[in-house]
């Protein structure tokens, strides 16, 4: 069982936007390395990273991000 996903290289759109969409639409959050979320359908067709999980774990893998 997993709290979250995480990783900090980008990530073309397409692979992620089906599980960012799952998790939001579920209560959780998904963010990008710098801690926003993510803008998809971008002309540079990729993330900045993502991490997607329960608002406390991400919020708690935000913090302790050195960026």
Not at 1 to 13: F, I, N, P, Q, V
Not at 37 to 51: A, D, H
Request: charge should be neutral; include cysteine.
């Amino acid at each position: 069982k997993y709290h979250a996903m995480m990783t900090l290289r980008d990530s073309w759109e397409w692979d992620v936007c089906a599980g960012a969409l799952l998790i939001t639409e579920s209560g959780g959050i998904v963010l990008d390395r710098y801690l926003t979320q993510p803008i998809f359908n971008t002309k540079r067709q990729k993330t900045n990273g993502i991490i997607a999980g329960t608002a406390e774990v991400v919020n708690l893998i935000g913090s302790s991000l050195n960026l």
